[in-house]
């Protein structure tokens, strides 16, 4: 068969084969059973990259802890949004494993939420961001200490060799860790079990409109070339996502760019030492740091094998995705976004300066970071790993005219065209864990004529959706529900 001979009709085309194309191809697949609906992924398999176990911090996301989601302690509001986001991501898991779709010790483990800091500023703002957050539902269970010791009984390595000083912590003891490359594994398996279809090693080359609500997305394979026709398309390829959003030429992502952004961790498998410590603790972000690059130390469920992860590092490579090229970033560059891009570097020097801090940094410094949330820390214990590419958004920025960008740190953006028929995501945290959120989000505002109907179907399964302020009742219910349906 010729390279360019193979052309094929389907109702809806995914690209990428993340966590977020398979949880949208799985919600397709049950709502639509007559569509055919092809996810294509140029790996040999989904969840090859930011999926991946080790790719990412495997955190259930869930706001209770992570400071960067409330800078503000009067305002708790991103906080609130992303604990609602994840409640839901529970739900939706829940009535998977309840069908027998899922098995959730393959990818779900309990591991209690802390946010640790040191000094008394740092303390009081600790102290009053669990007095504003506390009135919330879905954060009253947290707990609230200045009590060394106490401490020492949540998370015994962050106290073991500390000089005594000034030191906070919160603790909500629903937190999680989850692995996202076995999630999203299971759950393309369930894709594939409703009808749907995945080609794996297709890597798409492009996206073009045909007509008003048609397109085609042309992949390339090692054997063939094939089109698929479709009447909709939805890139969930991650930092592919932009480049080729581009290919499509629509309006919507005009001056819209992108910065890569890698990160490397530290990760223990010492026994004896993962052993001491059942939790995920948050620190803060070091001055002029990024959001994002919030310390933490986790105890990570990986394939059965417990260990720990500490970081993020920030590294850099012109890469925007792990197995990607050296080209990608340049090749996002346009006219159009080449100044906005420009911008958004210079509003952000202390951003800058920070990677290459990062970047020059001894081994000796890096590992110091580390001995700020655990003091005896051995550095023969731990071995340095990468992890996956992140493209931080560039957009423009209305109130700066043309030429002026900002970079957006936290939340990711769905760019959908005005007809409904193409949509992306752009952007990472929080990212997996409001992965159901975000796409049943998606079918909202790109199938209205089948949302009354979609929505009633999924209310079965997700009794929290279009829920914006929880009960009491309803947080305990749903955590009682989910924690045993998720055997936590």
Same mark, same amino acid.
Not at 229 to 245: D, E
């Given at each position: ?7 094929? #009709? ?8 993340? +966590? ?13 059973? @007559? ?33 960067n989601y409330m800078p503000d302690p009067e305002d708790p509001s991103k906080a609130h949004g992303v604990a609602s986001q994840f409640m839901l991501s529970r739900e939706w898991w829940a009535g998977l494993v309840a069908e027998g779709v899922l098995s959730?010790?393959?990818? +779900?483990? %309990? ?39 106490? +401490?020492? !009984? ?7 060799? %500390? ?7 919160? =603790? ?12 999203? =594994? ?9 009808? $749907? /279809? ?14 008003? =609500? ?21 890139? @969930?390829? @991650? ?13 919507? +992502? ?7 952004? @890698? ?20 620190g803060q972000a070091a001055p002029g740091a990024p959001p994002m690059s919030i310390p933490h130390l986790d105890r990570r469920t990986v394939d059965g094998a417990a260990q720990l992860m500490f970081g993020p590092y920030a590294t850099f490579s012109t890469?925007? *995705? ?5 080209? #990608? ?39 110091? !970071? ?8 051995? %550095?023969? !214990?731990?071995? *340095? ?38 949509? $992306?995501?752009? &952007?990472?945290?929080? $990212? ?16 209205? /004529?089948?949302?009354? %109907? ?11 959706? &279009? ?9 305990? !219910? ?11």
């Amino acid at each position: 068969m010729s390279r360019a001979g193979a052309v094929e #009709d389907a109702d809806a085309v995914l690209v990428g084969g993340g +966590i977020m194309s398979v949880t949208l191809g799985l919600l397709l697949a049950r709502l639509q059973p @007559g569509w055919r609906i092809v996810l294509v992924e140029s790996r040999s398999e989904p969840a090859t990259e930011s999926s991946a176990a080790w790719n990412n911090a495997g955190t259930g996301h869930a706001g209770y802890c992570e400071l960067n989601y409330m800078p503000d302690p009067e305002d708790p509001s991103k906080a609130h949004g992303v604990a609602s986001q994840f409640m839901l991501s529970r739900e939706w898991w829940a009535g998977l494993v309840a069908e027998g779709v899922l098995s959730p010790a393959a990818f +779900i483990h %309990r591991a209690p939420h802390l946010a640790l800091v040191f000094g008394e500023r740092n303390a009081a703002y600790l102290r009053r961001r669990w007095e504003v957050l506390r009135s919330d539902p879905l954060f009253a269970a947290m707990e609230f200490t200045t009590v060394a010791d106490e +401490i020492a !009984q949540w998370a015994p390595l962050t106290m073991r060799g %500390r000089r005594r000083a000034v030191v906070a912590a919160t =603790r909500h003891s629903a937190g999680t860790d989850l692995d996202y490359g076995a999630l999203t =594994r299971q759950l393309a398996a369930a894709f594939a079990a409703r009808g $749907g /279809e995945l080609r794996a090693g297709y890597r798409v080359r492009g996206i073009r409109r045909l007509a008003p =609500r048609r397109w085609s997305v042309t992949a390339r394979t090692p054997e063939r070339d094939v089109t698929f026709r479709t009447r909709f398309v939805f890139v @969930g390829a @991650g930092g592919a996502t932009l480049p080729l959003l581009q290919t499509a030429r629509i309006p919507e +992502i005009d001056g819209f760019g992108v910065l890569p952004v @890698g990160a490397a961790f530290y990760r223990c498998a010492v026994s004896e030492v993962v052993a001491e410590h059942a939790v995920k603790v948050y620190g803060q972000a070091a001055p002029g740091a990024p959001p994002m690059s919030i310390p933490h130390l986790d105890r990570r469920t990986v394939d059965g094998a417990a260990q720990l992860m500490f970081g993020p590092y920030a590294t850099f490579s012109t890469k925007l *995705l792990k197995h990607g090229r050296l080209t #990608d970033a340049p090749a996002t560059l346009r006219p159009g976004n080449a100044s906005v891009v420009a911008s958004a570097v210079a509003r952000n020097l202390s951003v800058v300066g920070y990677l290459v801090r990062q970047l020059l940094a001894s081994d000796a410094a890096l590992f110091g !970071q580390l001995q700020q949330l655990y003091p005896s820390a051995e %550095r023969d !214990q731990w071995e *340095l790993i990468h992890a996956g590419q992140r493209a931080q958004i560039v957009a423009p920025d209305a109130g700066r005219g043309l030429r002026g960008g900002r970079l957006q740190f936290w939340g990711t953006r769905r760019v959908i065209t005005a007809d409904r028929s193409l949509a $992306g995501l752009l &952007g990472a945290s929080p $990212g997996a864990s409001t992965s159901v959120a975000a796409m049943i989000e998606l079918l909202s505002r790109c199938f209205p /004529e089948h949302w009354p %109907r979609w929505q009633a179907a999924l209310q079965q399964t997700i009794p929290g959706l &279009g829920r914006d302020r929880w009960t009491h009742q309803q947080v305990e !219910q749903s955590l009682a529900a989910t924690d045993a349906a998720l055997a936590l």
